[in-house]
């Protein structure tokens, strides 16, 4: 093993470099990123891979080469190429870094699969569907909304990002499960996890998912070493915090399963298809597209709304103006319903403003280039070559949006929205693009809408940078948060 360790990363890298069977060289490579997959995974332990590969797009160009075959292209154009209907591009093997022996909808890559897994799920998260889960995202939001009010009433700062973590932990799960985990409540992300044994015991879940998180999207850059370096690390303690991901998956998954009077939740889809026949899934496919919703419904939602507080609150003349729109559509009703928000302009400017400046996702998706080798943005890459659209670096595109670094909701009221929409694509595009972004804005604007109409929230010092710390999703760092009421004039 360690002989194919060591020809795997040392040797091969070399002669494949100088091989350049696959015509790669001409890319330019920040630093040795051609030469290994290590310039990679150092940015990723280091929390900012988005940011390497944004500075190497910077300098180098569209088309560059951030691994020995993986080529990374900051064009829109690509969006097409790549992820498009009819493109064709497999999802590549570092979506194996995370997978267990039953693949989900997010990291089946044999197009058939994923499109029964797809197909299965698609009704649900349709958005006229969505409309049908209002009661549990408004009834979420009253909890929320209780807790910050019971932090003003205390003068206590209160952890923002934890908060909507919670939030968004309580409302998938009662999407899910119908039943809520209560963290909101309790005020905590201490959940039940249960052994395949049926041991019960108690784990943190956000530090599980985010622990599991970072060691598999650092696994999944090597992935041919997968067999080797699973093994390798089978001790660590991320690993560890996968099982329990795991876990808490399969205790709520078996709850569920018990549980005979559920309401029509999405669990009860995995089960019964929308023509009343039995799915026929096996458990470990069940747990499989639990584990992954649990997952991706609720992290990106979490950094979204937080990134979306922090920047209105960063700038007191966007939130006024987004304060009076929001006075003059629910009056004085302190949460307000979905109906008298939805089609506000400016509130979804926020919102995709938000989505655009700091990503939740902001890391390339990786695909496998078709036989053949295709065109991609003006330039021909090899067959077999991973190739990615920095997602990060695209929703900062200079061509498509003036002032990219600038939090301007403004610009989708009145700016080019065609110009923009090729590039602003914060949930990807084509049969793979998320299929929850509905419930995300569903989600996003109720709560935004509720917080802003009823907080003034002030941070610790004046001077506070929200940082951002990716594992695979672009993860915000925990905002601590003066709270008052608002006093309207
Ligand atoms: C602001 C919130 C969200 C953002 C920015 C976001 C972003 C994304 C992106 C970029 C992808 C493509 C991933 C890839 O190609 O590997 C994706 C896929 C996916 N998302 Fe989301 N997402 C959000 C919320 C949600 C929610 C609420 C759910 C609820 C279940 C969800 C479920 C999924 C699933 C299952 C996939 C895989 C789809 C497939 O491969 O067919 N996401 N999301």
């Known amino acids: 093993m360690l002989i194919q360790a060591f020809i795997v990363l040392l040797i091969q890298p070399?002669?494949?470099?100088?091989?350049?069977?696959?015509?790669?060289?001409?890319?330019?490579?920040?630093?040795?990123?051609?030469?290994?997959?290590?310039?990679?995974?150092?940015?990723?332990?280091?929390?900012?891979?988005?940011?390497?590969?944004?500075?190497?797009?910077?300098?180098?160009?569209?088309?560059?080469?951030?691994?020995?075959?993986?080529?990374?292209?900051?064009?829109?154009?690509?969006?097409?190429?790549?992820?498009?209907?009819?493109?064709?591009?497999?999802?590549?093997?570092?979506?194996?870094?995370?997978?267990?022996?039953?693949?989900?909808?997010?990291?089946?890559?044999?197009?058939?699969?994923?499109?029964?897994?797809?197909?299965?799920?698609?009704?649900?998260?349709?958005?006229?569907?969505?409309?049908?889960?209002?009661?549990?995202?408004?009834?979420?939001?009253?909890?929320?909304?209780?807790?910050?009010?019971?932090?003003?009433?205390?003068?206590?700062?209160?952890?923002?990002?934890?908060?909507?973590?919670?939030?968004?932990?309580?409302?998938?799960?009662?999407?899910?499960?119908?039943?809520?985990?209560?963290c909101l409540e309790r005020g905590n992300d201490i959940v039940d996890a249960e052994t395949p044994e049926g041991k019960i015991y108690q784990v943190p879940f956000i530090k599980s998912l985010h622990d599991a998180t970072i060691i598999n999207t650092i696994l999944g850059m090597e992935a041919p070493l997968l067999p080797l370096t699973r093994k390798i690390f089978s001790w660590h303690p991320y690993k560890k915090a996968g099982a329990d991901y795991d876990n808490i998956v399969y205790h709520n998954t078996a709850k569920r399963l018990r549980n005979l009077d559920a309401e029509d939740d999405i669990f009860s889809k995995l089960l019964i298809n929308n023509k009343g026949e039995p799915v026929g899934l096996e458990l470990g496919e069940i747990l499989a597209e639990a584990s992954v919703m649990m997952n991706a419904g609720t992290d990106t939602t979490t950094a979204a709304l937080t990134n979306t507080i922090y920047l209105l609150y960063k700038h007191p003349k966007i939130l006024a103006r987004l304060r009076e729109e929001l006075d003059a559509a629910t009056g004085t009703t302190a949460i307000p319903a979905w109906e008298s928000i939805s089609q506000?302009?400016?509130?979804?400017?926020?919102?995709?403003?938000?989505?655009?400046?700091?990503?939740?996702?902001?890391?390339?998706?990786?695909?496998?280039?078709?036989?053949?080798?295709?065109?991609?943005?003006?330039?021909?890459?090899?067959?077999?070559?991973?190739?990615?659209?920095?997602?990060?670096?695209?929703?900062?595109?200079?061509?498509?949006?003036?002032?990219?670094?600038?939090?301007?909701?403004?610009?989708?009221?009145?700016?080019?929205?065609?110009?923009?929409?090729?590039?602003?694509?914060?949930?990807?595009?084509?049969?793979?693009?998320?299929?929850?972004?509905?419930?995300?804005?569903?989600?996003?604007?109720?709560?935004?809408?509720?917080?802003?109409?009823?907080?003034?929230?002030?941070?610790?010092?004046?001077?506070?940078?929200?940082r951002t710390i990716e594992r695979f999703n672009s993860n915000p760092d925990e905002l601590v948060l003066k709270c008052r009421k608002r006093v309207v004039v």
């Open 14 to 182: 070399v002669a494949v470099f100088i091989r350049d069977s696959k015509h790669l060289r001409k890319f330019p490579a920040p630093s040795y990123a051609g030469l290994s997959s290590l310039w990679r995974i150092i940015k990723n332990l280091q929390y900012e891979h988005y940011l390497a590969v944004h500075e190497a797009h910077k300098r180098l160009g569209t088309h560059i080469r951030i691994a020995p075959n993986h080529i990374s292209v900051s064009d829109p154009q690509a969006m097409t190429d790549i992820y498009g209907h009819g493109a064709n591009f497999l999802k590549d093997a570092w979506y194996d870094g995370g997978a267990g022996e039953f693949r989900h909808m997010a990291d089946s890559r044999v197009k058939a699969e994923h499109q029964a897994k797809r197909k299965m799920l698609a009704h649900v998260f349709a958005q006229k569907t969505i409309a049908g889960l209002e009661p549990v995202i408004t009834d979420t939001v009253s909890v929320l909304v209780a807790q910050v009010e019971k932090f003003t009433a205390e003068g206590r700062p209160i952890n923002m990002r934890r908060y909507l973590n919670y939030f968004t932990i309580d409302v998938f799960s009662r999407l899910l499960y119908s039943e809520s985990l209560g």
């Open 344 to 466: 506000l302009p400016f509130l979804r400017a926020c919102v995709e403003e938000s989505l655009r400046v700091r990503p939740a996702s902001s890391m390339g998706l990786p695909r496998v280039v078709p036989k053949g080798g295709r065109m991609i943005a003006g330039q021909f890459v090899d067959e077999d070559v991973t190739v990615s659209v920095p997602t990060y670096t695209l929703l900062h595109d200079s061509d498509a949006f003036e002032n990219p670094d600038e939090f301007n909701p403004d610009r989708w009221v009145t700016g080019d929205k065609e110009k923009m929409s090729k590039a602003h694509l914060p949930f990807s595009t084509g049969p793979r693009a998320c299929i929850g972004r509905n419930i995300a804005y569903f989600e996003q604007l109720l709560v935004i809408a509720a917080l802003v109409k009823s907080y003034d929230f002030e941070f610790e010092t004046p001077n506070f940078q929200l």
